[in-house]
């Protein structure tokens, strides 16, 4: 089984709409981050927690909400979709170190119509 | 400026060559390094780390840093097919640790 699990894997919703992004680990790690890769951009972070108590936001936050509910899942909402929300979103974990090796989920393909 | 800076590509490498990846960044108290491989529409896996100046080498691939110069290169050897994909480098920041940076990446691509 994989270590990092993301469902859904894909997605295709309408603007306006509810839309939650799941991230489940089994490595034990601390640390869980989403990101969002945009052709051009790169990997761009929205959101990171080193525990269920600890939420910060990541240099893109604003039209979107996390939560934490436990060591192993990590959850991205998104509370009124619109187009250019439209990416590849990644959930990633690391070991509460000074290295911080990130290790990353499959992904979601996200199209908002 | 961007504060963590690769050339886009495409870079095209013979199979059997030596690929070099390079990777330029702006905050000058970043401890660590890391280069990821992410094949086409998947997720990027970690393949090298590397936390102090020098080369570090595993199979294939070593990664260089130099602080001073604020530069970290990936090479890999005996270029294989397999190895084509884009090629993302990650920093940490001096403010501390949680946060990485990603340059946009390298595409690569092995001509057999």
């Known amino acids: 089984d994989a270590d990092v699990t993301q469902t859904p894997r894909n997605r295709i919703t309408k603007t306006g709409k509810r839309i939650m992004l799941e991230c489940s680990q089994t490595?034990?790690?601390?640390?869980m981050y989403w990101y969002r890769q945009d052709p051009g951009l790169g990997l761009r972070l929205i959101y990171y927690s080193f525990d269920v108590k600890d939420i910060n936001k990541g240099e893109i936050s604003d039209g979107y909400s996390v939560s934490r509910q436990a060591q192993a899942k990590f959850s991205l909402s998104l509370e009124s979709a619109i187009p250019n929300q439209t990416a590849l979103y990644f959930c990633?974990?690391?070991?509460?170190?000074?290295?911080?090796?990130?290790?990353f989920g499959p992904g979601t393909r996200l199209t908002v119509l | 400026q961007k504060e963590v800076e690769q050339n886009s590509g495409p870079l095209s490498v013979p199979e059997g060559a030596i690929a070099s990846l390079n990777c330029t960044y702006s905050d000058r108290g970043s401890q660590s390094f890391f280069w990821y491989r992410q094949y086409s529409g998947k997720s990027p896996e970690l393949i090298m780390s590397?936390?102090?100046?020098g080369d570090k080498e595993d199979g294939r691939f070593t990664a260089q840093l130099n602080k001073a110069s604020q530069y970290v290169s990936l090479l890999i050897r005996d270029s294989q097919p397999s190895d084509s994909a884009t090629y993302l480098c990650a920093v940490t920041s001096s403010f501390g640790n949680e946060k990485l940076t990603f340059g946009t990446g390298t595409r690569l691509t092995i001509i057999p």
């Open positions: 590397i936390y102090s100046n």
């Open positions: 490595k034990g790690h601390d640390r």
């Open positions: 990633a974990t690391s070991v509460n170190s000074v290295y911080n090796e990130q290790f």
